[in-house]
């Protein structure tokens, strides 16, 4: 789960760790009360959307008026932001935050990261502050150092300086630049952050240490502990498809292809749609029912899987332990006959009562195509996609 820059900083300041003084706002009418609450000028205008290169699209900017605020906050409040990270169909900008100009002599990332490779937190640091991380690490990787961190032990004071020595901090705020690392790991364990990230960290021209950007990601599977992280949640940010797949605990996420794909487990989700692709198809989503999926959780799943016009064929693979094949089956069949179906449906299926599930497909009326494997049933999808195609 994303959260907006605004709230990731109101989650930091509960740790202590310092951002630039600002506030969020919903309407133009707002803009002149932050201005006089931060007292002074100049004032950064910033969309607020879950995406990065906001700068370079326009999102954000450097205002001198009050007039000139309010000028930029009503260009920006509906529009359509387009970013290198939004694809090409943007995302409407429903938030802004103002915040405090300040003078910048020094620019740094800072950045945690779970580690799954290792089991353990990884802390990135590197003097490249404002730059895309991946670009420094491409180009320039000596400009970059990890910390990993002991989850038994937590980060120590002496990674902390370490890492601040790195930085090459003016001695004047070295303090509190080894502090604020110590409090954003704090919030970072704190909250079941799986990414924060601080880009850039920036040093003042009075040595202030500020969080001038921040963005925050979430273990999905921690949220039930996380009530206020959940409360942070922006609808608006996510595809309707997957809010709708998330009402009913399913696991989807859209892709750009045409092979609609069900299937139970995140490694078969991945291995089928590998295959897919292998056999010339492209997958048009990541769709996880679950191992114990239920009959109405099938039926929910064949029909958000409709819902996607690009979808022009159907790929349903299953192994069938907790969820089995006959429940599978029924599942499959109640939506066809509530939803018309006028698509290919491919289906592989094995593990229990197998033979239960392939005689309910047989029997129920409709011409579903079964397969004896997870090649052939991509094959089978992709044959059945270029014939339905031709016809077109």
Request: proline residues 3%; contains cysteine; charged residues 25%.
């Amino acid at each position: 789960m994303k959260i907006h820059e605004y709230q990731a900083k109101e989650i930091l300041r509960k740790f202590g760790v310092p951002t630039p003084k600002g506030r969020a706002i919903t309407s133009v009418d707002d803009v002149k009360s932050v201005v006089d609450e931060l007292g002074s000028l100049p004032v950064v205008v910033k969309a607020q959307i879950h995406a990065g290169g906001r700068g370079k699209a326009g999102g954000v900017k450097v205002v001198k008026s009050l007039e000139e605020a309010q000028t930029y906050a009503k260009k920006l409040l509906g529009s359509t932001l387009v970013t290198h990270q939004t694809g090409p169909e943007g995302r409407v900008v429903h938030t802004l935050l103002i915040e405090e100009g300040m003078k910048i002599v020094k620019e740094l990332y800072v950045g945690i990261v779970v580690d799954r490779g290792s089991s353990r937190s990884c802390f990135m640091v590197s003097e490249e502050g404002g730059m895309e991380i991946e670009e420094v690490a491409a180009h320039t990787p000596e400009k970059i150092m990890k910390q990993w961190i002991d989850p038994a032990i937590g980060l120590m004071p002496s990674q902390a300086r370490e890492m601040a020595f790195f930085l090459n901090v003016p001695s004047e705020a070295f303090k509190e630049t080894a502090d604020f690392i110590m409090k954003l790991y704090k919030a970072f364990e704190a909250k079941d952050c799986a990414m924060a990230e601080i880009n850039p960290l920036v040093i003042t021209a009075d040595n202030r240490v500020l969080a001038l950007d921040c963005k925050m990601a979430f273990d999905d599977n921690a949220l039930f502990r996380q009530k206020d992280v959940v409360a942070y949640r922006d609808l608006n940010e996510e595809a309707e498809l997957e809010i709708e797949a998330s009402k009913h605990s399913l696991n989807y996420i859209k892709l750009d292809g045409n092979i609609g794909c069900m299937v139970n487990g995140a490694g078969l989700a991945m291995a089928t749609m590998d295959i897919i692709k292998l056999s010339g198809g492209e997958p048009a989503n990541f769709l996880d029912v679950g191992g114990g999926a239920s009959e109405e959780q099938i039926e929910n799943a064949f029909r958000i899987i409709l819902a996607d016009k690009s979808v022009k064929c159907i790929f349903i693979n299953i192994f069938g332990g907790i969820l089995r094949c006959d429940r599978l089956a029924n599942g499959v069949v109640n939506a066809a006959r509530k939803i018309n179906v006028e698509i290919p449906v491919v289906i592989r299926m094995e593990g229990t009562n197998v033979d239960e599930g392939k005689r309910i497909l047989r029997e129920s009326g409709f011409n579903f195509l079964v397969a004896s494997g997870m090649r052939d049933g991509a094959e089978k999808a992709v044959t059945a996609l270029n014939a339905a195609s031709a016809k077109v």
